[in-house]
């Protein structure tokens, strides 16, 4: 037999973050511990709490790595205004949270949905949305501290009713496409030039 090639630490982190996604997929994230886990993997339960000190950080981990791919997926040069960027943003979000229920009921219904490990590495990662849709934007002073404010806001509507529409069934993913981009345009559109022209593509 060839000899058993060892992985490399990232390696196999990025095989261990696509098993937490698959096990999670399942829907049983409640009732599973680390030991199922790992048996799971074929590792030890030691070597998975090597990676990830608890079920929390890993499925922070996992959860932060679909979105870092999401973010990757839309190129702010692709796209004519800071307005069509965010959409396609969202469109995308949307799109993946479709196709990823249980991971979504993970990070907003369960007992670990409020950890730091859980919600900071997300808010990060639409901080620096904002950051980026705002500067494009040219927003500065008062109005930028408005946009700001704003743009914390529309991410909690969309939160809510994307929950709503996908756990809940209260709306069509079409009509809540609709409704987020229409509070953009209503909150953070009042204080930034949504519809300004991205460099380069003038």
């Given amino acids: 037999m060839p000899p058993r090639t060892r992985m490399t630490p ?5 095989q261990l973050l ?6 999670f997929g399942e829907g ?41 791919s999401l973010g990757a997926t839309t190129q702010l040069d692709d796209c004519e205004t800071v307005r069509d960027w965010i959409v396609e943003m969202l469109t995308g979000y949307l799109d993946f949270y479709s196709r990823h229920v249980q991971l979504v009921l993970i990070a907003n219904r369960s007992s670990i949905a409020s950890a730091p490990a859980v919600r900071e590495p997300i808010a990060d990662n639409f901080r620096t949305l904002c950051r980026v849709a705002l500067d494009t934007a040219g927003a500065r002073g008062r109005r930028r501290r408005l946009a700001e404010a704003a743009f914390a806001g529309w991410i909690a509507f969309v939160r809510e009713t994307t929950l709503a529409t996908l756990v809940d069934g209260a ?14 345009d209503a909150t953070v559109g009042a204080h930034a030039d949504l519809d300004r022209r991205i460099r380069g593509r003038a």
């Fill in 28 to 68: 049983r994230f409640e009732e599973l511990s680390m030991e199922d886990i790992a048996a799971a993997a074929g590792v030890t339960r030691a070597s998975l709490y090597h990676y990830f000190p608890t079920k929390a950080d890993y499925f922070a981990a996992i959860w932060q790595r679909a979105h870092e």
């Fill in 18 to 23: 696509d098993v937490g996604e698959a096990v």
């Fill in 10 to 14: 990232e390696t196999r982190r990025a």
């Fill in 171 to 184: 709306m069509t993913p079409k009509d809540n496409l609709a409704m987020c981009v229409a509070t953009l």
